[in-house]
Protein backbone atom coordinates (compact mmCIF):
# COMPACT_ATOMS: atom_id res chain seq x y z
CA UNK A 1 0.00 0.00 0.00
CA UNK A 2 1.79 3.08 -1.08
CA UNK A 3 -0.27 5.03 -2.61
CA UNK A 4 -0.36 8.63 -0.91
CA UNK A 5 -2.83 11.15 -1.75
CA UNK A 6 -0.87 12.98 -4.05
CA UNK A 7 -0.71 9.12 -6.05
CA UNK A 8 -4.86 9.71 -6.34
CA UNK A 9 -4.44 13.66 -7.25
CA UNK A 10 -2.59 12.57 -10.03
CA UNK A 11 -4.86 9.87 -11.05
CA UNK A 12 -7.79 10.43 -14.06
CA UNK A 13 -11.19 9.49 -12.44
CA UNK A 14 -11.31 6.32 -14.75
CA UNK A 15 -7.95 5.37 -13.10
CA UNK A 16 -9.58 6.17 -9.69
CA UNK A 17 -12.89 3.81 -10.49
CA UNK A 18 -10.78 1.51 -12.20
CA UNK A 19 -8.73 1.66 -8.84
CA UNK A 20 -11.62 1.42 -6.56
CA UNK A 21 -12.51 -2.06 -8.63
CA UNK A 22 -10.06 -3.69 -7.83
CA UNK A 23 -9.75 -3.23 -4.23
CA UNK A 24 -13.27 -3.79 -4.02
CA UNK A 25 -12.48 -7.23 -5.58
CA UNK A 26 -9.42 -7.99 -2.80
CA UNK A 27 -12.25 -7.56 -0.01
CA UNK A 28 -13.60 -11.23 -1.93
CA UNK A 29 -13.81 -12.89 1.57
CA UNK A 30 -15.20 -10.52 4.19
CA UNK A 31 -16.53 -13.09 6.58
CA UNK A 32 -13.67 -14.38 8.20
CA UNK A 33 -12.64 -11.21 10.01
CA UNK A 34 -11.78 -10.06 13.15
CA UNK A 35 -10.57 -6.98 14.89
CA UNK A 36 -8.79 -7.62 18.22
CA UNK A 37 -5.78 -8.79 19.51
CA UNK A 38 -4.25 -12.00 20.14
CA UNK A 39 -1.89 -12.52 23.73
CA UNK A 40 -0.17 -14.59 25.26
CA UNK A 41 -0.15 -15.15 29.56
CA UNK A 42 0.81 -17.37 31.97
CA UNK A 43 -2.19 -17.83 34.32
CA UNK A 44 -1.87 -18.74 38.56
CA UNK A 45 -4.53 -21.21 39.43
CA UNK A 46 -5.52 -21.29 42.73
CA UNK A 47 -4.08 -24.94 44.00
CA UNK A 48 -2.48 -24.78 47.27
CA UNK A 49 1.40 -25.28 46.68
CA UNK A 50 1.70 -25.37 43.52
CA UNK A 51 4.73 -24.03 41.51
CA UNK A 52 2.59 -21.14 40.07
CA UNK A 53 2.12 -19.62 43.29
CA UNK A 54 5.96 -18.27 43.49
CA UNK A 55 7.66 -18.91 40.25
CA UNK A 56 6.19 -19.03 36.77
CA UNK A 57 2.49 -19.59 35.94
CA UNK A 58 0.95 -22.00 33.95
CA UNK A 59 0.70 -21.46 30.15
CA UNK A 60 1.34 -19.61 28.30
CA UNK A 61 -2.33 -19.43 27.18
CA UNK A 62 -3.66 -17.40 24.28
CA UNK A 63 -6.46 -14.86 25.01
CA UNK A 64 -8.47 -13.05 22.43
CA UNK A 65 -9.25 -9.25 22.99
CA UNK A 66 -11.72 -7.68 20.55
CA UNK A 67 -11.15 -4.43 19.73
CA UNK A 68 -11.64 -1.45 22.34
CA UNK A 69 -15.69 -0.10 21.57
CA UNK A 70 -16.97 -3.73 22.42
CA UNK A 71 -16.65 -4.98 26.01
CA UNK A 72 -13.07 -5.59 25.33
CA UNK A 73 -13.40 -8.70 27.42
CA UNK A 74 -10.41 -11.25 26.74
CA UNK A 75 -11.13 -14.98 26.24
CA UNK A 76 -9.50 -17.68 26.40
CA UNK A 77 -8.11 -19.30 23.15
CA UNK A 78 -7.58 -23.07 22.91
CA UNK A 79 -4.57 -23.81 21.25
CA UNK A 80 -6.16 -25.71 18.28
CA UNK A 81 -8.37 -22.47 17.34
CA UNK A 82 -5.28 -20.12 17.90
CA UNK A 83 -4.18 -20.41 14.05
CA UNK A 84 -7.60 -19.76 12.78
CA UNK A 85 -7.53 -16.53 15.21
CA UNK A 86 -4.79 -15.61 13.21
CA UNK A 87 -5.97 -15.80 10.16
CA UNK A 88 -9.10 -14.19 10.98
CA UNK A 89 -6.87 -11.27 12.76
CA UNK A 90 -4.77 -11.06 9.27
CA UNK A 91 -7.83 -10.99 7.48
CA UNK A 92 -9.76 -8.22 9.50
CA UNK A 93 -6.60 -5.64 9.32
CA UNK A 94 -6.14 -6.46 5.31
CA UNK A 95 -10.26 -5.50 4.83
CA UNK A 96 -9.71 -2.68 7.20
CA UNK A 97 -6.60 -1.54 4.76
CA UNK A 98 -8.67 -1.96 1.60
CA UNK A 99 -11.54 -0.48 2.81
CA UNK A 100 -9.36 2.82 4.04
CA UNK A 101 -7.92 3.03 0.26
CA UNK A 102 -11.41 2.78 -1.17
CA UNK A 103 -12.44 5.64 1.24
CA UNK A 104 -9.78 7.47 -0.34
CA UNK A 105 -10.23 7.06 -3.49
CA UNK A 106 -13.99 8.27 -3.07
CA UNK A 107 -12.78 11.35 -1.18
CA UNK A 108 -10.82 12.31 -4.32
CA UNK A 109 -13.77 11.88 -6.81
CA UNK A 110 -15.79 13.87 -3.89
CA UNK A 111 -13.38 16.24 -4.59
CA UNK A 112 -13.93 16.28 -7.86
CA UNK A 113 -17.34 16.73 -7.93
CA UNK A 114 -17.60 13.13 -9.57
CA UNK A 115 -18.70 10.49 -6.73
CA UNK A 116 -22.29 9.43 -7.69
ZN1 LIG B 1 -0.75 -23.68 39.60
Do not use: W
Amino acid sequence: MSNHKNDLASMSVRQLIARRRALAARLADVQEVLSGSLAEQARRCSKAGCRCATGEGHGPYSYFTPRAGGRGRSRYVPSGLVEVVRRYLQHGEAAEAVLAEISAVNAELLARRELR
